[in-house]
T-cell receptor
Framework: DTAVSQTPKYLVTQMGNDKSIKCEQN?????MYWYKQDSKKFLKIMFS???????INETVPNRFSPKSPDKAHLNLHINSLELGDSAVYFC?????????????????FGEGSRLTVL | ELKVEQNPLFLSMQEGKNYTIYCNYS?????LYWYRQDPGKSLESLFV?????AVKQEGRLMASLDTKARLSTLHITAAVHDLSATYFC????????????FGTGTRLQVFP
């Protein structure tokens, strides 16, 4: 069973369009994230949700709107796509920072969604 | 501004050789993570280092953490081709509970 799954895996679209990426995790984690990986492989956090509540919003343009219908799902909607939005978007989830097992804070990533804006 | 820098950015090494990747960070933290990413793939967790002096080993990889120096190392012993990938360190700043900050990544290529 896939722990963190994202759909679609690939998106190719024109500038100005709107697109969504969906993410689901079956690990029972309370916290979910969106990270953006650019062409130089640099990974930057965009959003973090804890139990459906927005915790981190990292100066991302308001064309990007995350939505968490429940703690197992975190979707990302992007309006008016621009060329610079082309990247790989990773969803991730994590255990609470303080937990047993010594692995608190560890992120579990989805397979990524490669967005290409033409 | 918080910085997490890795050194080197690119590493081409021969099979059988040893090498160390360095991860320096600019904030107070006692939690550091190492991830591996194969081309076109997701990130896979390698090590979780949760205290000063922590050392973890798995196969040919060994990671350590020195929180006073704000430095973590990933040591590769007797490299093999299968280790070719991009390696990321990531720091959890003490003042943030959920904001994992990734390093620049080190692209490792192991050749025969």
């Amino acid at each position: 069973d896939t722990a963190v799954s994202q759909t679609p895996k690939y998106l190719v679209t024109q500038m100005g369009n709107d697109k969504s990426i969906k993410c689901e995790q079956n690990l029972g984690h309370d916290t979910m994230y969106w990270y953006k990986q650019d062409s130089k492989k640099f990974l930057k956090i965009m959003f973090s949700y804890n139990n459906k509540e927005l915790i981190i919003n990292e100066t991302v343009p308001n064309r990007f709107s995350p939505k968490s219908p429940d703690k197992a799902h975190l979707n990302l909607h992007i309006n008016s796509l621009e060329l610079g939005d082309s990247a790989v978007y990773f969803c991730a989830s994590s255990r609470p920072r303080i937990s047993s097992g010594g692995k608190d804070g560890e992120l579990f990533f989805g397979e990524g969604s490669r967005l290409t804006v033409l | 501004e918080l910085k997490v820098e890795q050194n080197p950015l690119f590493l081409s090494m021969q099979e059988g050789k040893n090498y160390t990747i360095y991860c320096n960070y600019s904030t107070t933290s006692d939690r550091l993570y190492w991830y591996r990413q194969d081309p076109g793939k997701s990130l896979e967790s390698l090590f979780v280092l949760l205290s000063n002096g922590a050392v973890k080993q798995e196969g040919r990889l060994m990671a350590s953490l020195d929180t006073k120096a704000r430095l973590s190392t990933l040591h590769i012993t007797a490299a093999v081709h299968d280790l070719s990938a991009t390696y990321f360190c990531a720091v959890l700043p003490r003042e943030w509970t959920d904001k994992l900050i990734f390093g620049t990544g080190t692209r490792l290529q192991v050749f025969p």
